[in-house]
């Protein structure tokens, strides 16, 4: 598509778009009184108009049903995480019996390493992405250290090339061929949170599988953001968040997928809590663990019903909005648009300002664009928030920006690039 960068065709864009009015159905945060065009999705997605009663109603059954909350009232505690999953399988591209909404995001990464990550003598060995999000970094090497391991044996990082940002792929499958005989598990991001990478995960997973090796993945960044096909691809297990692109509110609640395959491995160890055992018998209160069938028995403690129906909410939109395929289409619209105009911005100064370290292929990447500012970049990003514009910093010099198709407009898009605009205009003079 041919772009321009003008008002009038960012409005066009606007009224062709088949998703517009979902906006409507978001809180915008203000700064002076002034809306805020907001493109930190990526971080804390916004709060949805219907988060509110959603909650409310699960405050009323509460106060009306108390303890009989969990079988009586319109939607009783005891099945409600049912509800969930339906929803929650087609944004990760698995069957309902695969995923189930419990804890959070780290919490359930160390319970399903439990369970994925067994080292023995001869296989012991994980590979991930070098500069992975901290919080997994540590929770795998503290796996490994539990185990009685040493980390500097057993993790493997796979770093971009010298000179570059971004993993090949090539690189990624190479590690995984070299350490095929010690390799015990691929754990990888969906996308990667700095650089906005999106990975080749139905790759990575045959590749892992080929040597023997069990493959998971982190969807933090990826989870609501672009379509995913865990089932199909094959992998062993995922979890993700639910506040970064699923809109389900800070410290929301996450979900776990295990693939249909593991069902009937019985001896897969695992960190057991009641509410994770057998469903039918759980009240008989035996000694002895059984686990439910499918994801749900990796449940540990009770319904969190209160953060569950903030990502009820969010869900419903996403189920109203025709789930992935709908999304993705506006999404890659509105990051090529982002692209484009960041372009623009330093094509009209004459030099590159701004580089874009996302793949330029829209097929490998997300809603983020990652931009490093190559002089000033703080001064840059002060000017954004000085027009209330929301953005994401990382120190020295990135850019994290977020169009999120169920709430931002390309309008937001061309009024942030006019801001870089005008920003560069001041701060650099060509
Ligand atoms: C955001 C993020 C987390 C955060 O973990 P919490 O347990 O929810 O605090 C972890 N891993 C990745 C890859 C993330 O992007």
Known sequence: ??????????????????????????????????????????????QPVSARAALESQLDNWQQHAVEGWFDGHQPWMFYHKELKRLMAPVVGALPAEVCPMNTLTVNLHLLLVSFYRPDLKRFKIIMEAGAFPSDQYALESQVRFHGLDPADCIIEVSPRPGEYLLR?????????????????????????????????KQITQAGHSVGALV????????????????????????????????????????????????????????????????NTRFLMQKGFVPEAGADGWQVSCTQVMPMSLYHASLLQ??????????????????????????????????????????????????????????????????????????????????????????????????LGQAFTENSGKLFVS
């Open 1 to 46: 598509m041919d772009f321009e960068n003008t008002l009038a065709f960012a409005q066009l864009l606007d009224e062709a778009d088949v998703l517009k009015d979902f906006r409507n159905e978001f809180l915008f945060p203000t700064q002076e009184g002034k809306p805020v065009r907001y493109f930190c999705g990526n971080s804390l997605g916004l």
């Open 169 to 201: 792929t090539e690189d990624i499958l190479d590690a995984i061929n070299y350490h095929r005989n010690e390799l015990a598990l691929v754990l990888f991001g969906g996308i990667n949170y700095y650089s906005g990478q999106l990975y080749d995960m």
């Open 216 to 279: 998971g993945f982190d969807l933090a960044h990826a989870a609501g953001n672009v379509p995913l096909s865990l089932h199909d691809w094959g992998a062993d297990f995922a979890c993700w968040c639910s506040y970064k692109y699923q809109n389900a509110g800070p410290g929301g609640i996450s979900g776990i997928f295990v693939h249909e395959k593991h069902f009937s491995n019985r001896d897969l160890k695992r960190f057991a809590g009641w509410w994770g055992y057998q469903e």
């Open 318 to 415: 996403f189920e109203r909005a025709g789930f992935m395929p709908a999304l993705r289409e506006k999404s890659l619209k509105l990051t090529a648009y982002l692209y484009w105009i960041i372009n623009e911005v330093n094509r009209s100064h004459g030099s590159v300002l701004f580089e874009i370290i996302t793949p330029q292929a829209p097929e490998w990447r997300g809603a983020q664009l990652s931009i490093i500012a190559k002089a000033r970049g703080k001064e840059v990003f002060d000017g954004l928030v000085e027009r209330q514009i929301l953005g994401d910093w990382r120190e020295p010099n990135v850019i994290r920006l977020s169009p999120v198709p169920l709430y931002n407009s390309f309008e937001d898009v061309f009024i």
